[in-house]
Nanobody
Framework: EVQLVESGGGLVQAGGSLRLSCATS????????IAWFRQAPGKGREGVAA????????FYADPLRGRFTISADNARNTMYLQMNSLKPDDTAVYYC???????????????????WGQGTQVTVSS
């Protein structure tokens, strides 16, 4: 059974930091691309950060570059999202995802057919 379980969300003041974790099982973690998405109240889901399975190349949503960092620990089958300098606009439910990226370039849409966690709430107060 495939499982992705997020943790680390919570309430933080603007300017603070949080590190989200996503523990996975049931698939070959190091052979899958991984990503974090988020969905704010009343808005659609958006990609936050993704990492390729081939060379662990990572990319970010442009507005978040420099504040958020995605990482992976293959020995623990766990991915992380370090979030710094948080803003109230970062308030959202954050989801981790994993997908077989195939041979094409990695993109957000690759994860539409992947595995997803249940989400963790991040609330940033002003």
């Amino acid at each position: 059974e495939v499982q992705l379980v997020e943790s680390g969300g919570g309430l933080v003041q603007a300017g603070g930091s949080l590190r989200l974790s996503c523990a996975t099982s049931g698939f070959s973690f190091d052979a899958y691309a991984i990503a974090w998405f988020r969905q704010a109240p009343g808005k659609g889901r958006e990609g936050v950060a993704a990492m390729s399975s081939y060379d662990r190349y990572s990319f970010y949503a442009d507005p978040l570059r420099g504040r958020f960092t995605i990482s992976a620990d293959n020995a623990r089958n766990t991915m992380y999202l370090q979030m710094n300098s948080l803003k109230p606009d970062d308030t959202a439910v954050y989801y981790c995802a994993a997908a077989d990226e195939g041979s094409g370039p990695l993109s957000w849409s690759v994860f539409d057919s992947g595995f997803w966690g249940q989400g963790t709430q991040v609330t940033v107060s002003s």
